[in-house]
């Protein structure tokens, strides 16, 4: 709709991350210049998919979790269950980016703040695909620019945990078992149970869980959550905790590279909504087309502020358009600066406080 030329669009069906994004990546090819991949970071699927997800979590998979001898038997078991969870509704974005960094990569990681069945919703060539992985990638004059909002991460596992404890001051440290994109205990209980103990929080019920996905009312956003840090780059990303009726808790993100040990917070960040104008204070060009991607995490959070946005784009763009999307993630392989949210090298996803722009000056056929 707004390029007519220097402009493609690839994309695949849907199976495992794996063999979905090595697909999608041997599609595209190279000679681009900057893409973005667009893909569901959660699918919900018909009302009987999702009846069988929780009914499997709860029964044949806890069931196998709670027969383990030992801590390893037990991470052993939450990989095999993850490789279901990838194989039918999560796309991990640190695993789906993995397979790009020759050239910038913006994850347009699509997952409502309202979930409901079926969502969320992709149309390729003017049909639905359902669960898929799409890359739409530019060739020409492009700066594209990551941002998050937090501070640079810090220089070891040590540093980096100070750092956490500094930002969100009511954090507690705890112990987690987990695997692939699995978590299967906190200090010692079920991650609900723990929730649950620490903020006095009711747990749905299945059937709840079902009616508020039926009406597109299953909120997707939580205010807690467990900070943990990469052993590889020693950035941290949270992982959102919820009030969910399942006994092993799905991750959004791979877990391998973490370290057992993480924080339990009231998740926020500081500034409010003009944390992100450093997206646009960092712009390249003054004569470009700017498209930006903000985390929609900010409408729950600041509502009407949201509107401050629109004021940031109108300071420093002369022409833009901009989304609400849920935190984007990036991959390349030269980062400008030492991100909180660089999780693995050249890779950066945080579920909080992430934007991403492409300046687009010219594009060449």
Same mark, same amino acid.
């Given at each position: 709709l707004f390029f007519e030329k220097g402009v493609e669009v690839f994309w695949t069906k849907g199976e495992n991350t794996e063999r979905t994004f090595k697909r999608l990546r041997?599609?595209?090819?190279?000679?681009?210049?900057?893409?973005i991949v667009v893909f569901p970071l959660f699918r919900f699927g018909s009302r009987l998919s999702i009846l069988r997800f929780i009914l499997a979590n709860n029964t044949i998979w806890y069931h196998k979790y709670r027969r383990a001898r030992c801590v390893d038997d037990r991470i052993s078991i939450l990989r095999d269950y993850s490789k279901v969870l990838e194989s039918?509704?999560?796309?991990?974005?640190?695993?789906?980016?993995?397979?790009?960094?020759?050239?910038?990569v913006v994850g347009f990681n699509l997952m409502p703040l309202q979930a409901g069945l079926?969502?969320?919703?992709?149309?390729?060539?003017y049909r639905m695909v359902g669960r898929s992985a799409v890359a739409v990638c530019?060739?020409?004059?492009i700066n594209t620019r990551f941002h998050d909002v937090f501070p640079e991460r810090g220089r070891s596992f040590d540093e980096t945990f100070e750092i956490i404890k500094g930002y969100f001051?009511?954090?507690?440290?705890?112990?987690?078992?987990?695997g692939g994109i699995a978590v299967g205990e906190i200090n010692g209980v079920l991650p609900v149970k723990f929730l649950e103990n620490s903020k006095y929080i009711r747990i749905y019920s299945e059937d709840e869980t079902l009616r508020m996905i039926e009406r597109e009312k299953f909120r997707t956003v939580s205010p807690y959550g467990l900070a943990l840090i990469s052993n590889e780059t020693f950035g941290s990303s949270?992982?959102?905790?919820?009030?969910?009726?399942?006994?092993?808790?799905?991750?959004?993100?791979?877990?391998?590279?973490f370290y057992d040990r993480a924080m339990f917070l009231g998740e926020h960040f500081r500034g409010?909504?003009?944390?992100?104008?450093?997206l646009f204070e960092g712009k390249s060009f003054d004569d470009?087309? /700017?498209?930006? #991607? %903000? /985390?929609?995490? #900010? %409408?729950p959070m600041f509502a009407g502020r949201c509107v401050e946005i629109k004021r940031m784009a109108e300071d420093f763009c002369r022409d833009y358009f901009g989304v609400f999307s849920a935190y984007p993630s990036f991959k390349f392989n030269i980062l400008n600066k030492n991100y909180f949210s660089e999780i693995q090298r050249g890779l950066c996803f945080m579920t909080s406080g992430t934007s991403a722009m492409l300046e687009i000056r010219d594009l060449e056929l």
């Amino acid at each position: 709709l707004f390029f007519e030329k220097g402009v493609e669009v690839f994309w695949t069906k849907g199976e495992n991350t794996e063999r979905t994004f090595k697909r999608l990546r041997e599609k595209v090819g190279s000679g681009w210049d900057s893409a973005i991949v667009v893909f569901p970071l959660f699918r919900f699927g018909s009302r009987l998919s999702i009846l069988r997800f929780i009914l499997a979590n709860n029964t044949i998979w806890y069931h196998k979790y709670r027969r383990a001898r030992c801590v390893d038997d037990r991470i052993s078991i939450l990989r095999d269950y993850s490789k279901v969870l990838e194989s039918k509704y999560i796309f991990p974005p640190n695993k789906a980016l993995r397979f790009f960094g020759e050239f910038p990569v913006v994850g347009f990681n699509l997952m409502p703040l309202q979930a409901g069945l079926k969502t969320p919703v992709m149309i390729v060539d003017y049909r639905m695909v359902g669960r898929s992985a799409v890359a739409v990638c530019f060739k020409g004059k492009i700066n594209t620019r990551f941002h998050d909002v937090f501070p640079e991460r810090g220089r070891s596992f040590d540093e980096t945990f100070e750092i956490i404890k500094g930002y969100f001051p009511s954090s507690v440290e705890v112990n987690v078992v987990k695997g692939g994109i699995a978590v299967g205990e906190i200090n010692g209980v079920l991650p609900v149970k723990f929730l649950e103990n620490s903020k006095y929080i009711r747990i749905y019920s299945e059937d709840e869980t079902l009616r508020m996905i039926e009406r597109e009312k299953f909120r997707t956003v939580s205010p807690y959550g467990l900070a943990l840090i990469s052993n590889e780059t020693f950035g941290s990303s949270i992982l959102g905790l919820g009030p969910v009726p399942l006994k092993i808790y799905p991750c959004l993100f791979d877990l391998d590279l973490f370290y057992d040990r993480a924080m339990f917070l009231g998740e926020h960040f500081r500034g409010g909504i003009r944390a992100f104008r450093g997206l646009f204070e960092g712009k390249s060009f003054d004569d470009s087309f /700017d498209f930006f #991607v %903000i /985390d929609s995490n #900010v %409408i729950p959070m600041f509502a009407g502020r949201c509107v401050e946005i629109k004021r940031m784009a109108e300071d420093f763009c002369r022409d833009y358009f901009g989304v609400f999307s849920a935190y984007p993630s990036f991959k390349f392989n030269i980062l400008n600066k030492n991100y909180f949210s660089e999780i693995q090298r050249g890779l950066c996803f945080m579920t909080s406080g992430t934007s991403a722009m492409l300046e687009i000056r010219d594009l060449e056929l």
